[in-house]
């Protein structure tokens, strides 16, 4: 898979990209991260991108000429001929990104494009001419689109087959279950300043130690994450009334 990586501050996103998971995930050819930096499109001589918004009010505002002079480069078909690609705007007035989001990528694009902003943002226009859509990684102001276009590419590319050595690794985890956050996990020492691991993980008893973390996983998200708990609830009480009523058909037919 492919990111392209719309910037004014391309080392940014390739020092973080390049580092562990990621970086070996690239040199083993499973992913490719391009970076661009919009400033070598623009046509200034003092290679300006930016400009004051129409209307007054402060800061600066990213011009939209630079931005598309550099998405015609990374689409050109020499440079990369992906055919399933989307063109994404790093925004705090984005849908927020999820694990659901980030599957949804992985499964459905060879090519994720970034648009990173900065300053005010970027010209109305350019979003309206080449974005898909717009996401943020919360509620939240940043000062520009880099962090959060590299968590959106370290969340798609550890679902890639081969990033992560072991496929469990992200098919039981938290969000795997979208309303449910993974169970506490504990390794050695086994005693740890008094506190030690729970007995159930070292009976060897499959069945009982998936019990309990179920049950931990539960108890987590209630205590964490009240909202997902009660959509979870919701979805186990909805199980429970589709299970009694084909129980009642069989036995009833
Ligand atoms: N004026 C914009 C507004 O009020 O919506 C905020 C611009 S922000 C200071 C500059 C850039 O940072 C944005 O163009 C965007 O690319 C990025 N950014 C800031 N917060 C973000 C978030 N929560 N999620 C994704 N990108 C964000």
Not at 58 to 65: A, I, R, T
Not at 88 to 97: A, D, R, T
Not at 209 to 233: D, G
Request: charged share 30%; net charge negative.
């Amino acid at each position: 898979m492919r990111f392209d990586i719309m910037t004014l501050f391309p080392a940014l996103v390739e020092n973080v990209l390049s580092e562990s998971i990621l970086g070996r995930a690239e040199r083993a050819g499973l992913i490719e991260v391009h970076a661009y930096n919009i400033r070598d499109y623009s046509k200034d001589k003092h290679r300006r991108v930016d400009d004051t918004p129409y209307g007054g009010g402060k800061g600066m505002l990213m011009s939209p000429v630079p931005i598309y002079d550099c998405y015609l480069d990374v689409v050109s078909p020499e440079k990369n001929p992906s055919a399933r690609r989307r063109v994404i705007y790093m925004s705090p007035q984005g849908s927020v990104f999820t694990q659901a989001k980030a599957r949804e990528l992985a499964e459905n694009y060879d090519d994720l494009i970034f648009l990173c902003g900065h300053y005010e943002g970027v010209d109305q226009r350019i979003i309206d001419e080449i974005v898909d859509e717009e996401l943020s990684i919360g509620d939240y102001v940043l000062t520009g689109g880099e962090i959060p276009a590299c968590i959106i590419v370290d969340a798609v590319a550890r679902l890639i087959p081969g990033v992560l050595a072991d496929a469990e690794c992200y098919e039981k985890e938290s969000f795997t279950d979208e309303n449910l956050l993974e169970y506490p996990q504990y390794t050695r020492p086994y005693d740890f300043r008094g506190r030690t691991v729970p007995e159930v993980l070292l009976s060897g008893h499959h069945a009982n130690i998936e019990k309990w973390r179920e049950e931990k996983a539960l108890e987590k998200t209630r205590a964490v994450r009240p909202e997902l708990y009660e959509k979870k609830m919701q979805e186990l009480t909805l199980l429970d009334a589709q299970k009694k009523k084909k129980k009642t058909k069989r036995e009833n037919p």
